[in-house]
Nanobody
């Protein structure tokens, strides 16, 4: 079993910044992909950014040049630095880890990000 603990959400004005963190614990071995998805009210959950254990990243077009996802493999932790936030970034942000060899995936409990204009 894998547990994900998220932190860093909150309320910020448009143009501001926030940093989300997600730490994974449990049996984590082999290739994995960690990252963030988000879900705004009335919308489906969608990709924000992912990063593989080898460092390859996949960012949604809507956040490129504003959000930066990084990871510390020694701590099994990913960090999402969010700059130039917009009201449309308001959502619940969910951390996700996919264990490639095991074919399993886990979600965090979600953290609210609210951007006021």
């Amino acid at each position: 079993q894998v547990q994900l603990v998220e932190s860093g959400g909150g309320l910020v004005e448009a143009g501001g910044s926030l940093r989300l963190s997600c730490a994974a614990s449990g049996i984590i071995s082999g290739v994995n992909v960690m990252g963030w998805y988000r879900q705004a009210p009335g919308k489906q959950r969608g990709l924000v950014a992912l990063i593989g254990s080898g460092g390859v990243r996949n960012d949604a077009d809507s956040v490129k040049d504003r959000f930066t996802l990084s990871r510390d493999n020694a701590k099994n932790t990913v960090y999402l630095q969010m700059n130039s936030l917009k009201s449309e970034d308001t959502a619940v942000y969910y951390c996700n880890i996919r264990l490639v060899q095991r074919g399993s995936a886990y979600w965090g409990q979600g953290t609210q990000v609210t951007v006021t204009s």
